[in-house]
């Protein structure tokens, strides 16, 4: 046995290793540095069991002769430069495999039939590399396999018949990882999904060209953890037998063209950690029920169409301590307090909704907080001065709003500020001078009301003529409620004559927009 793994070994593997003993059977010299060729001499010892040579810079093509050597069981040579193309006949020459990796290299060609022939194989590893061609049906004889890994290759040709396989590896009852993403397979979703073993824990067929329907019978597989169909062209609406999987822990089916609501069974998901379902024409409320997801870090919603106001069970779940993306929906109403909740939250998105009313000082609580986009919605009054308590902040965007006052002073303390966009307000007053201040790339104050001071670059007015309020601290500073609400009908008329037809708002959008301005001068009314 020669076993030199993780030592820093570089240079050529020394063709003179195939002089050793030809009852070596281990052969390990795992990441290291090595560089060059794999030696033909190698093929002398053929006893070798294991062959790892994963995780160096060698070069150059596989000698045909170590693919004679019928006595491997483990053959790993990932992560290296390797190319070339698999033998047709490997299965044959090497019937033994019980561990076949040649993931992260160049091989090029089709995966050969004859894998089939490899009865004992539990790990078939093909990932990253540039193998085409369709997968050949029969590796459903591989009745041990329990990984089959096929992702960022170059498979398929983005025809109906590309995943006809699927309908072999119903057979393999041992099978518990599935990874065939980032490729070109085509067609729909197989029925058969629902006949795969339930010891599967990931499934992954992301970034292909499938289409159609999620099948309903996906519900049977609840051994899941990881259910991967993200950057397809999926329809129709989410099975709500999804909620079935109660193992899941990360379910991602962004960037396709699912409609219709989120499940509320979902809410049956109390494993589930990450959520993405962004990048769709999701419609309705959020459902409720997703409060019983107690382990939630990342929730992903943006750009859909889901409406309502801004659901408060997010608030109540402390584990979100990544990501909540809800920007480019229809939400309305204001943000709820609660939203202080999350201190643990690192990033919060609600840009380009229908969101109204002032920004809560609770969100000075968020303390976690690195991004915050609150860009494109109705927001008035002024800007929290509590938000420069998120010392960690690298990103605040409150562009596009009804804001007034002034520019909270304390916002040039945060350090770690890089990207500020306070454009399309109505603020006033000084603006700032150092931290984020002092470099125009990192800011924009463009298009307020009555703005002065600030660097050179920014042309504005000298606060020295006392025309510009300077030292009243925002939260004493009342906006003005009607001059809101004229801005947010000016807003709305912005919006619906934009001249790209993309860019401007449907009848729908225009409906919800103009019922928020309606509870605004209402909730005026009656406080008058």
């Given at each position: 046995?020669?076993?030199?793994?993780y030592?820093?070994l570089?240079?050529?593997?020394p063709?003179?290793?195939?002089?050793?003993?030809s009852t070596?059977t281990t052969?390990?010299?795992?990441?290291?540095?090595?560089?060059g060729r794999i030696p033909?001499s190698?093929?002398r010892?053929?006893n070798l069991?294991?062959?790892?040579?994963?995780?160096?810079?060698?070069?150059?093509?596989v000698?045909?002769?170590?693919?004679n050597?019928s006595?491997?069981e483990?053959f790993?040579?990932m992560?290296?430069?390797?190319?070339?193309s698999?033998?047709?006949?490997?299965?044959s020459t090497l019937p033994?495999l019980i561990?076949?990796s040649?993931?992260?290299?160049?091989f090029?060609g089709n995966?050969p039939?004859s894998l089939?022939?490899m009865?004992?194989l539990?790990?078939l590893?093909?990932?990253?590399?540039n193998?085409?061609?369709?997968?050949?049906?029969?590796?459903?004889n591989?009745?041990?396999?329990?990984?089959l890994?096929l992702?960022r290759?170059?498979l398929?040709?983005g025809q109906?018949n590309?995943?006809n396989f699927v309908?072999s590896l119903v057979n393999?009852?041992n099978l518990r990882?599935?990874?065939?993403g980032?490729n070109?397979?085509g067609?729909?979703?197989?029925?058969s999904?629902?006949n795969?073993?339930?010891?599967l824990?990931?499934l992954d067929?992301?970034?292909?060209?499938?289409?159609?329907s999620?099948?309903?019978?996906?519900?049977?597989?609840q051994?899941?953890?990881?259910?991967?169909?993200?950057?397809?062209?999926l329809t129709?609406?989410?099975?709500?037998g999804?909620?079935l999987?109660?193992n899941?822990?990360?379910?991602a089916?962004r960037?396709?063209?699912?409609?219709?609501?989120i499940?509320?069974?979902f809410?049956?998901l109390?494993r589930?950690?990450?959520?993405y379902?962004?990048?769709n024409s999701?419609?309705g409320?959020?459902p409720?029920?997703?409060?019983n997801?107690?382990?939630?870090?990342?929730?992903?919603?943006q750009t859909?169409?889901?409406?309502?106001?801004?659901p408060?069970?997010?608030?109540?779940?402390?584990?979100?301590?990544?990501s909540?993306a809800?920007s480019?929906?229809?939400f309305t109403g204001?943000?709820?307090?609660?939203v202080?909740?999350l201190?643990?939250?690192?990033?919060?998105?609600l840009?380009r909704?229908?969101?109204s009313?002032?920004?809560?000082?609770?969100?000075?609580?968020?303390l976690?907080l690195?991004k915050?986009?609150l860009d494109?919605?109705?927001?008035q009054g002024?800007i929290p001065?509590?938000?420069?308590?998120l010392?960690?902040?690298?990103?605040?965007?409150?562009?596009?709003?009804?804001?007034?006052?002034i520019?909270p002073k304390?916002?040039?303390n945060?350090?770690t500020?890089?990207e500020?966009?306070?454009?399309?307000n109505?603020l006033?007053?000084a603006?700032?001078?150092q931290g984020?201040?002092?470099?125009?790339s990192k800011f924009?104050?463009?298009?307020?009301g009555?703005?002065?001071?600030?660097?050179?670059v920014?042309?504005?007015?000298?606060c020295?003529?006392?025309?510009y309020p300077?030292r009243v601290?925002p939260?004493d500073?009342?906006?003005?409620p009607?001059?809101?609400?004229?801005?947010?009908?000016?807003q709305?008329?912005?919006k619906?004559s934009?001249?790209l037809p993309s860019?401007?708002?449907?009848?729908n959008e225009?409906?919800v927009?103009v019922?928020?301005v309606?509870?605004?001068?209402?909730v005026l009314?009656?406080n008058?």
């Amino acid at each position: 046995m020669i076993w030199m793994s993780y030592n820093n070994l570089s240079g050529e593997i020394p063709a003179s290793l195939g002089n050793l003993s030809s009852t070596l059977t281990t052969l390990a010299l795992f990441y290291n540095n090595l560089e060059g060729r794999i030696p033909n001499s190698l093929s002398r010892l053929t006893n070798l069991k294991l062959l790892a040579l994963d995780a160096n810079g060698l070069t150059g093509t596989v000698p045909s002769s170590l693919y004679n050597i019928s006595s491997f069981e483990e053959f790993s040579l990932m992560n290296n430069q390797l190319h070339g193309s698999i033998p047709f006949d490997i299965g044959s020459t090497l019937p033994n495999l019980i561990y076949f990796s040649l993931s992260g290299n160049y091989f090029t060609g089709n995966i050969p039939s004859s894998l089939s022939n490899m009865s004992r194989l539990i790990h078939l590893q093909l990932q990253i590399n540039n193998l085409v061609g369709s997968v050949p049906y029969n590796l459903g004889n591989l009745l041990s396999l329990r990984n089959l890994n096929l992702d960022r290759n170059k498979l398929g040709s983005g025809q109906a018949n590309d995943l006809n396989f699927v309908n072999s590896l119903v057979n393999c009852t041992n099978l518990r990882i599935i990874c065939l993403g980032i490729n070109n397979f085509g067609g729909v979703l197989p029925n058969s999904i629902a006949n795969l073993t339930t010891n599967l824990v990931e499934l992954d067929l992301s970034e292909n060209q499938i289409y159609g329907s999620i099948p309903l019978g996906i519900q049977n597989l609840q051994g899941l953890t990881k259910l991967i169909l993200y950057s397809n062209r999926l329809t129709g609406s989410i099975p709500p037998g999804i909620g079935l999987l109660q193992n899941l822990g990360l379910l991602a089916l962004r960037s396709n063209e699912l409609s219709g609501p989120i499940p509320f069974s979902f809410g049956n998901l109390t494993r589930l950690i990450r959520l993405y379902l962004n990048e769709n024409s999701l419609t309705g409320l959020v459902p409720s029920s997703l409060e019983n997801c107690k382990f939630l870090q990342v929730v992903h919603l943006q750009t859909n169409r889901l409406s309502g106001s801004i659901p408060k069970q997010f608030f109540e779940l402390p584990s979100l301590s990544i990501s909540l993306a809800l920007s480019d929906n229809l939400f309305t109403g204001e943000l709820p307090t609660e939203v202080g909740k999350l201190k643990d939250l690192g990033k919060l998105y609600l840009q380009r909704n229908r969101l109204s009313g002032d920004i809560p000082s609770t969100i000075g609580e968020c303390l976690s907080l690195t991004k915050l986009g609150l860009d494109g919605n109705f927001f008035q009054g002024n800007i929290p001065s509590a938000i420069t308590s998120l010392k960690g902040l690298e990103s605040l965007g409150l562009s596009h709003n009804n804001l007034s006052g002034i520019i909270p002073k304390g916002l040039e303390n945060l350090t770690t500020l890089s990207e500020l966009d306070l454009s399309y307000n109505n603020l006033e007053g000084a603006v700032p001078k150092q931290g984020v201040f002092r470099n125009a790339s990192k800011f924009s104050v463009r298009r307020n009301g009555k703005l002065c001071g600030g660097i050179p670059v920014l042309k504005l007015p000298d606060c020295s003529a006392g025309l510009y309020p300077t030292r009243v601290h925002p939260d004493d500073n009342a906006s003005d409620p009607m001059r809101n609400i004229l801005a947010s009908m000016i807003q709305i008329g912005v919006k619906c004559s934009s001249e790209l037809p993309s860019d401007r708002s449907s009848m729908n959008e225009v409906v919800v927009d103009v019922q928020a301005v309606k509870n605004q001068f209402m909730v005026l009314q009656c406080n008058q």
